[in-house]
């Protein structure tokens, strides 16, 4: 996927420049990019500060982080059922102890 040359901030920053009333064709050709470009920036952060935009880069790296973190705490819950169920010493199927 190509980089844009744009941050995200920037792009929020020239979208606000619409509504102080600017016209789509001449930031496009201020900011040397496509009214499509425009626009499809338009639907992704149209309505956003930079505030907000940071606050969902942070929320969505905790929830990364979160998942790894669940992934791994499932993988050992797993391995430690599998090694409960395989001790030698433990209860047998019909309840009685099989070490006695």
């Known amino acids: 996927m190509k980089r844009s040359r744009f ?3 920037q792009i929020i920053k020239i979208l606000q420049e619409q509504e102080s009333g600017i016209s789509v064709k001449e930031i496009a050709r201020k900011h040397e990019i496509s009214e499509g470009t425009f626009y499809s ?3 992704k952060y149209g309505g956003m500060s930079v505030n907000e935009l940071n606050r ?6 905790e929830n990364s982080r ?3 973190l669940y992934a ?3 993988l050992e819950h797993d391995a ?3 090694v409960l169920e395989k001790k030698p010493w433990g209860l047998t199927k019909n ?3 099989s070490d006695i």
Request: proline fraction near 0%; aromatic fraction near 4%.
């Open 7 to 9: 941050t995200e901030s």
């Open 66 to 68: 979160l998942k790894k």
């Open 80 to 82: 430690l059922k599998d």
């Open 56 to 61: 969902i880069k942070e929320l969505e790296e």
């Open 95 to 97: 309840g009685k102890r």
């Open 72 to 74: 791994n705490l499932s």
């Open 41 to 43: 920036w338009k639907s």
